[in-house]
């Protein structure tokens, strides 16, 4: 993916070109001969609003839709007026006139509407988050994304253009191909499907990484990606935390042990204090008792 951004003095010429949705009612007048795709974010527009739909070319009324794609569609108040979602095998166009049956390979196919094409019956060997099932919708032709290592592809490119919240205009360029996602991509120059690049490696645009993220043209890792904890961290962390359960027990016991050191010691000088202040007074008895027996006898 390609991302540019365009000066904020061309906000007007842009806008100049800006295709609005229409607003006709259920009910009222339209022409599906002017149903169309947004210049700028490819949304569908027709002559109706985004709840209906366009019966035809000519003399055509708008009707409510009768299918949707989105879980939670825009334009609809109540989940209770929601249409119905398309049962697997099928799918909705863009215009929400009904479910349809999925198209084979070769197919002409809405515009980035992968689930409109039919799955592989070995869709198992190459289906990705970038396909649907191992499916694509390539230049609005369904295909299957299985083309191998050095054969032809084909390269799909689409340009979004948003304001972002300064004014500026953002424009950003989608790259899809049918190569075999995320190992292979399609190179820009030579049309052949080659092997994707891993971390750090030089690249040019998104898709010539593993992880279809090249940042100042290096292959990271994209914003998203969990952090991966090693092994070895895990380990580390174990250790540590054993040795630091270890060492809060061996200061506990260490503490106790002085505590218990301290309270000895005191006891300790409290018995020899007790021992001396009873000798002390068993020797003031005696010499008292001494003194008052020579008294009497020298009278």
């Not at 007048?29 to 209906?52: E, G, I, P, Q, W």
């Not at 055509?60 to 794609?69: A, D, E, I, K």
């Not at 540590?240 to 006891?267: D, N």
């Amino acid at each position: 993916m390609l991302v540019s951004t365009l000066s904020v003095f061309n906000l007007l010429a842009v806008l100049g070109f800006q295709v609005y949705g229409g607003t006709t009612s259920i009910g009222g007048s339209c022409s599906s001969s002017r149903d169309r795709l947004d210049t700028n974010n490819h949304k569908f527009m027709s002559d109706c609003s985004d709840v209906a739909y366009c019966s035809g070319s000519v003399n055509g009324t708008c009707l409510p839709r009768t299918c949707r794609r989105d879980e939670f569609p825009f334009g609809y108040a109540t989940p209770n007026t929601l249409p119905q979602l398309c049962p697997l095998g099928s799918f909705c166009p863009d215009e929400g006139s009904g479910c349809k049956a999925q198209v084979s390979p070769g197919s002409p196919c809405q515009m980035n509407r992968d689930e409109q094409c039919t799955r592989a019956v070995t869709w198992q060997d190459f289906s990705s988050p970038e396909n649907f099932y191992g499916s694509l919708c390539l230049r609005s032709i369904c295909m299957y994304a299985n083309a191998t290592i050095g054969t032809p592809c084909i390269i799909d490119n689409t340009t979004y253009t948003d304001i972002g919240f300064n004014g500026q205009l953002f424009t950003t360029v989608v790259i899809r191909d049918n190569c075999h996602s995320p190992s292979l991509y399609c190179g820009q120059n030579s049309l052949l499907c080659e092997q994707s690049k891993v971390l750090g490696l030089p690249c040019q645009i998104d898709q010539e990484c593993e992880q279809r993220n090249c940042v100042e043209g290096i292959c990271a890792e994209p914003l998203e990606t969990p952090l991966r904890v090693a092994p070895w961290q895990y380990a580390i962390t174990a250790m540590c935390i054993l040795g630091a359960m270890v060492a809060t027990c061996l200061m506990l016991t260490l503490i106790h042990k002085r505590h218990r050191l301290l309270r000895y010691r005191e006891l300790r000088e409290y018995y020899q204090e007790q021992l001396s202040l009873r000798r002390s007074i068993i020797e003031l008895h005696t010499a008292a008792s001494a003194a008052t027996m020579l008294d009497t006898k020298q009278k």
